[in-house]
């Protein structure tokens, strides 16, 4: 266990932990929706987490637990030491929170928004300060109804970064924005996290994660599927080949141990730990039996693969599985 | 990171903040803004021009301001105040407030502190008016009149959350506010006092949330009347019960965020 921490009152070296984190949302009807099923995870202080995951995953109901907006259904969670939902008044001063969208009334101007918002939080710095830092200074008298999509995300990280918040909660920060707000973003976000900052994002962009996360969760059906840094992450997980076949289905020979294939209709997905051996033994068969295979596509592991193969592995298709 | 410990947000200036924001969109509302303006003094105009007032009458006098008032706190506070917590939580305002320092009690009063400020600014200038141009009558118990009125306003601001809960959009909140209206503007005795309304409905309609709040005001201005004091307790007491009451169903009901 590393030893002291940087902020008052030796809250211990994580910043936020999660222990069989569950939410139910209920519905009238008497049937709930388990949005989040026994999630846990650990932050390090100064760390930057990435939450990733495709839209309805559960990072959202997720974060908003972290964020102490609701209350677990079960499980436990501690921001700084404290519950966030329990103990708001001594976390809220501490963190800063980025909601996945808007929040602001569209009929007061960015100046107004800001200064509303510097005088209901502790410790707040000058709005006007804040909001050049994002690039809002000449927008200033806008109504936040007139605002880009981009502007207005920048607008919402800017009261997010009002109090000097210790721990920022980003829920799809880039959302809306175009690549160079999107890299603007992240240089500001990175230099946060210079600053001492701990930082938890939530996205659905590979490239985001990637670039930011010193550790990132792939949250899938309300799980973590695989928590760890990127190269841990991709390191678990297998590479993939892909072709399709004039004949549709036919019977894949032994590819090599740990692989599994999985047909939907004329096309082949091939998910193998050990690429080169299984694209030979899948190459000499097509050599052998004078088949083509058209698309022949073979990539090795990465996020993007880990991504898609974890998200494709509970729908439904067509397969044909060779396990070995 | 700074090395003092920044001094902690306190809950006046965040109210006041947020009331100020909530002015500031008032003000922009073109619709709220005329409701607020407007209605207490049609109300006070269409009363003193109806049959029933006599100046210089004291129970006259008291009817057209417990009229007035109860016109006011229904389209001033009642509501806009409905359509506001409609409009901020379908908005996700409600939410950001929520995750920001302000109590959940907090963000329900910084709401409608600009519609209280307005009621109480109207009510004065329509007493005054009252006073200096129709010869209405001074109150005789300014206290229980005090009474009346902020018990009035917890009831109204109470109702209007819990009428936002059961109300979607800022369009249908045209419609979800009608049966409080209607049952408070027959039956709380408004326009007529429940005395001459028939027995058995004028025995109903005295359990009504607002018929006690409009006898506490009409008491406050004419003076305790026939019941005396113990009359005055009684509707006062029966206010501060409903008070209780639509507060509790407030904080039971009250929806932060838009149904998903």
Known sequence: ??????????????????????????????????????????VGRGEMFALLGTNGAGKTSLVELLEGLARPSAGTIKVLGHDPYAERTVVRPRIGVLLQSGGFPGDLTVAETART?????????????????????????????????????????????????????????????????????????????????????????????????????????????????????IADHPSRIRFSLADGPVDLPHLGAGTRAKWTGRLCTVRT??????????????????????????????????FLGLSESTTDDVAMEVAS | ???????????????????????????????????SVAFPAIALAMLATSGMFSPDDAAASAQLMAGTIGMTLLFVVYTTLVAAY?????????????????????????????????????????????LVFLDVVPPKNPVLLLAG?????????????CSSAFTSTVETAQVTVLPFILLSVGGAGMFVPLSELPDPVA????????????ETVRSGWAGTGEGGTQEAVRQVGMSAVWAVVSVWGARRWFRWEPRR
């Not at chain 1, 939410?23 to 099923?37: Q, W």
Request: aromatic fraction near 4%.
């Open chain 1, 1 to 42: 266990m590393e030893t002291t921490s940087k902020g008052p009152g030796g809250d211990g070296p994580w910043a936020i932990t999660a222990d069989g984190v569950r939410r139910t949302y209920s519905s009238g009807e008497g049937g709930g929706f388990e949005a989040v099923r026994g999630v846990g995870l650990r």
């Open chain 1, 117 to 233: 918002w510097a005088g209901a939080t502790t410790g707040a710095r000058p709005p006007g300060e804040v909001l050049e830092l994002l690039g809002l200074g000449g927008r200033l008298d806008v109504r936040v109804k007139q605002l880009s999509g981009g502007e207005a995300r920048r607008l919402d990280l800017a009261i997010a970064l009002l109090g000097r918040p210790e721990v920022l909660f980003l829920d799809e920060p880039t959302t809306g924005m175009d690549p160079e707000g999107r890299r603007d973003t992240w240089r500001l976000v990175k230099q946060l996290q210079e600053e001492g900052t701990t930082v938890l994002l939530t996205t659905h962009y590979l490239e985001e994660a990637e670039a930011l996360a010193d550790r990132l969760a792939i949250i899938h059906e309300g799980r973590a599927i695989a928590s760890g840094t990127p190269a841990e992450v």
């Open chain 1, 273 to 306: 730990a050990h690429l080169q051996p299984a694209l030979y033994a899948l190459l000499s068969w097509a050599e052998e039996r004078g088949a083509e295979l058209e698309g022949l596509d073979a990539r090795a592991a990465s996020l993007e693969e880990v």
């Open chain 2, 1 to 35: 990171m700074s090395m003092l410990s920044p001094v902690r947000s306190a809950a006046v200036p965040r109210l006041l903040a947020l009331g100020r924001a909530e002015m500031l969109l008032l003000g922009r509302n073109r619709t709220a803004l005329l409701t």
């Open chain 2, 86 to 130: 409609v409009g901020r939580r379908e908005g996700l305002v409600l939410k950001r407030l929520r995750v920001g320092e302000l109590h959940d009690g907090e963000i329900l009063l910084g709401t409608a502190l600009p519609a209280l400020a307005i009621t109480v600014v109207q009510i004065l200038i329509l007493a005054g008016v009252g």
């Open chain 2, 149 to 161: 009125l902020v018990l009035g306003m917890v009831i109204t601001g109470a109702l209007a959350a």
């Open chain 2, 203 to 214: 025995e109903i309609c005295a359990f009504l949330p607002f018929t006690p709040v409009m």
